[in-house]
């Protein structure tokens, strides 16, 4: 019932994972970085679940419930952030937000 | 007797805490009286001490102990005391003879600026001479003489305003260190040998060491006793440590500190009896300083510089002594030269503090003549210096050349040096007092001199050297060679006489006739040149008297040794290593620092991705670390 | 519950397209210059993502996926994307000019590495899952670990959401002030 064995889930988790982690490297419009942080929310997420059925221990899937939890709860704080630097009339670019410097 | 012995100790330093804790809220005058109440109290506990233990029959050392000072593994050393015929003899000539200054100073430094200051000091030095004289074992001793030479470095530059008196005082110190230097090696070298500093031990170790290493012990001693006696070649301090006030000079550089080699060469005396050659040494250094600073005292135009001279020959003389074995001879030198050379300091002291503080002899002449009781005091003072028969220098400068002339062939050349020394005694003292006191005041002297109230000094200042003027006239019959001999009878449980230093009465006889003789011809060739009527002219040898104005070129020689090769090699390491490596070390370390950190700042160019970028790339890097460590 | 007595043909069907569907809609998410195509290619990721849930026997997380994420965390996105308005960016706009290069080497690093590790450390294990009864992954089975097992994660995750509640109610009213500050 589980397809292909839960190596071939992790690779996919791991792909994931990356293509978020370079999303965020490489976009500079703060939608998209949130976007890119949920894929690898997700590419965690998979992973998660992955081992809770290898494992079958429940802990994985509560844990990835979890995790989708604390997501929604930093994507509603982020897109607020965004919505008020929108009010601002300032520039949705995250390189302009560069005053923590030495 | 160890209550009096304790109390004679511990009351000079409860004064000079009394005066550093008054502060300048205390009184001037209370402050000089408290110094010289204490001293005076240690003077009585002293006394006290020295009539129990005369009263007990048996006189052998009496330790006390207070508490271990020092304790490192088996080596100890208690902080204890001695109460021993030496020490008492020493205690009472210290606290007796101090006391009479202290109370001399009250009135010489009336008005000084720092006047408590330097009864405090003066106080402590007390207290110093008496933890050197009493102290118990080695250690305690090397303590009491470092504090002396501290006290000493103190009040030579007590005008410290003065930039000679404050070289003055380096001088001083400085050698004297080199003194303690060699004196603590030895110790060292006991130590290793024997991990104990009581006499006892120490004496009983060295007399199992070999030649080579008990010689190096007693030269190490000798060292010590020579920086602080100023004896040839540490002797150039001591002219110059004339800076000070002139109590200073009298109570330190002619009464105690001085004597403090010659204490030591006696108390340590079975070291120096296993070392035959060092005790030849420490009289030959004895005889050729007698002679030196005779020489010297020739052509000084100073009044203290003369009398400081005159120090140095007469410690010469005790070093004689005790290089030969006589012991108690020298100790009662010590004690009759006491009296008389503070009596002449002070005599000094008397003029100088009535004319405008002027030292120079020929501006002084004539004097006498304005100062009565201050002439006759520095006439039977110069009297006993020269040791005219009756006066007190007589019965003790005699027995050191007569114990000279009685042991072996050098004890002759001694002998000789002795008194050829004793000639010029009188000559340079008899040349002082005739230049200075007697005929008609200059004018200089008349224009400068002004009394105190009428009299030639405050009465704290005349008491004194009237009492000294008394001890050094009569102080000399306690002991006339060989008929009675109570000191030397008191000292013998402790620094018996060697044998070979035991005079037999024709050697007394020869020398007590020759000597005095030749001290008055002295006197009569000074006359002749120096005298109102100056029949002979002083001859003029330009090479000799160069040579006696430079003092022998010892202060050109350790100058030249000494000195220009230590500034020279500090220039050179502070020019070719300290500043081009050191001082740019300090400079390039932060500039470097400051480089690196204005490199390191620019990473932080305040871009989200970037920093996201590092957290990325950090976290890929310590994967792969921790899959190579794990 | 759900029962694919047909065998492993439709299961590795239903794998492939949707594996398939999950890696290229995770990189059209980070490819789209116009940010609504990307977050509808994020709606299409979950979506594929719950049908893997799926096959991974966890029903209750997949229904979670769908509701909460897609249904109710794509729509506020949705929502603010067409509140800020249209943009266009390229990709690899600006930045140092390092960053491109090191992000793909980062990312690229990072995907190599995780799979090494897992290969290396458990690569033997994952050959054989075991079976799981009907009852894991099921609601009923979640509920009772929530409120046994991890109540602690329960109860402390139901702050989280309050915290960020708070913290968006927060944001939101400070800017109305600025706003009218602005204005008048």
Known sequence: MLGPGVAWYLGIAAFLFATGAFGVLIRRNPLIVLLSLEIMLNGANLALIAFSRHAANGAGQIFALGVMAVAAAEVCVGLGLVVAINRRRLALDVDEFSELRG | MIAGAWLCLWAPLAGTVLILLGGTRMPRKVAAWAATTSVFVAFAGAVWSFLELHANADHHSHYSALWTWLAAGKFTVPFEIVVDPLSTFMMLIVSGVGGLIVLYSIGYMDGDDEE?????????????????????????????????????????????????????????????????????????????????????????????????????????????????????????????????????????HAATMVTAGVYLIARTHPIFEDAPTIALVAAGLGAITLLMAGMIALVQTDIKRVIAYSTMSQIGYMFMAAGVGAFSNGMFHLMTHAFFKALLFMAAGLVIHAVA??????????????????????????????????????????????????????????????????FLTGLYTFRLYFIVFPGEPSPFVREHYHSHHGREGSWTMLVPVGVLTVLAAVAGWIQFQPFWEPITHWLSPVIPTEPAAEATNWDDAITSVIAPILGIAGIVVAWLIYGARQRLAVPRIAWLQRLLEHKFYFDEAYDLVFYKPAVATATLWRRDFEEPVVLTTGSDLGEGTLELGNATRRIQNGLLRTYVFFLGAGMAVLAVVFLAVR | MLAITAGGVVVWIVWVAAGFACLASGVAVVSFTNPFFSALALIGNLASLAVLYLLLSAEFVAAAQVLVYAGAVMVMFLFVIAYVGPRREPPWAGGPSWQTLGAVLAAGAIFVEIVVVIGLKAGGRLEKSPDVGSVFGSPGWIGRLFLTDHLLAFEITSIVLLVAAVGGVILGSHTRRAVRGEMG
């Open chain 2, 116 to 252: 408590r200051r330097y009864f405090a000091y003066i106080a402590f030095f007390v207290f110093s001479m008496l933890l050197l004289v009493e102290g118990g074992n080695m250690l305690l001793l090397l303590v009491g003489w470092g504090l002396v030479g501290l006290s000493s470095y103190l009040l030579i530059g007590f005008w410290h305003e003065r930039p000679s008196a404050v070289a003055a005082a380096k001088k001083a110190f400085i050698m004297n260190a080199f003194g303690d230097a060699t004196f603590a090696l030895a110790l060292f070298v006991l130590i290793a040998h024997s991990n104990s500093l009581e006499f006892a031990t120490s004496f009983a170790t060295a007399s199992h060491l070999s030649q080579s290493t008990v010689d190096l012990v007693a030269l190490g001693l000798l060292g010590g006793a020579a920086a602080k006696s100023a004896q040839v070649p540490l002797h150039t301090w001591l002219p110059d440590a004339m800076e000070g006030p002139t109590p200073v000079s009298a109570l330190i």
């Open chain 2, 357 to 422: 503080d002027e030292q120079d002899i020929r501006k002084l002449r004539g004097v006498g003549a304005l100062m009565p009781f201050t002439k006759w005091a520095f006439l039977i003072g110069a009297a006993a210096l020269v040791g005219i028969p009756a006066f007190s220098g007589f019965f003790s400068k005699d027995p050191i050349l007569a114990a000279d002339l009685h042991d072996h062939w050098y004890g002759v050349v001694f002998w000789a040096c002795g008194l050829v020394g004793t």
